[in-house]
């Protein structure tokens, strides 16, 4: 029993006409009745009331039409959803992304969603170390890292450069300053994220080479919670310039760079090399890298 066959069926129920219905199918009518023939083999019963010149129905042809209109109706609801996810009217693309990160999708997804608002965007919270294990475990489709990922079924999209900022209180004696050395940061109280990574421990290793001691006293597990700290004059932080551009537009914070320390982070946008990707999540890519050429 296959589709197309349902479909006979049901046409040839609703003309009560196997002439009729050829017409209808712009089929011929042994081609209709061949297929009927076929159906009535595969479920072993009779359909249609041969000495009935309407087209009558069976009793196993009443029951077995029904069905064919709730599976004709099903594969045209299925039709229409995928035209629907191809146009981008419906569907949804799931990415991951760390604390930082996250900062970098925020105007991609508003642009996204005022050019998309029927698209659903769910973004992960992850640990950058484990977005590659999250992207080839089919856990999300995207990943957002700071680093180029050496497993060669990744796929990477350079997207943008961000780098390490110094950044103080509006109120603090260094802050209108635009670019400081190491050595005038000997005193100062810092305050790090606990995650370890490669940018962590290249500016502790340059305070070292420098001489100059690296006075982390606190410690937190949140970017929101250090810049508001360092607003409050509680101490200093090393932070993603991406992650900082509301506060230090608008005067909350003050921007320095340190001259001895010049970290870029490249961000990526990864997925699955040899993975066919949603059409919402083509999109997501195709905006990004719209939005980076700018």
Known sequence: MDINQLEVLVVVAREKSFSRAAEVLQRTQPAVSQAIRRLEQDVGEKLFDRSSKDGTLTYAGELLVDYARQMLNLRQTAQTAIKEMRNLHSGKVTLSANEHTVFYLLPIIAEYRKRHPHIKIEVHRGVASRIPKEITA???????????????????????????????????????????????????????????????????????????????????????????????????????????????????????????????????????RRSVLSHAAQEFIKIAKEMSAV
Do not use: C, W
């Open 138 to 272: 089919r856990e999300v489709e995207l990943g957002i890292v700071s680093f180029k990922p050496v497993d060669d079924t990744l796929r990477s999209i350079s997207v943008l450069n961000d780098q390490l900022l110094l950044i103080v209180s509006p109120e603090h004696r260094l802050a209108g300053k635009t670019s400081v050395s190491i050595r005038e940061l000997a005193e100062e109280t810092f305050i790090a994220h606990n995650a370890a990574s490669p940018y962590r421990r290249l500016v502790i290793e340059t305070f070292e080479k420098n001489n100059t001691p690296l006075n982390i006293s606190v410690e937190l597990p949140s970017l929101e919670a250090i810049k508001r700290l360092v607003q409050a004059g509680v101490g200093i932080a090393m932070v993603p310039k991406l992650g900082t551009r509301a506060e230090i537009a608008d005067g909350r914070l003050k921007g320095l760079t340190v001259s001895e320390i010049k970290l870029e982070r490249k961000l990526h946008i990864i997925y699955r």
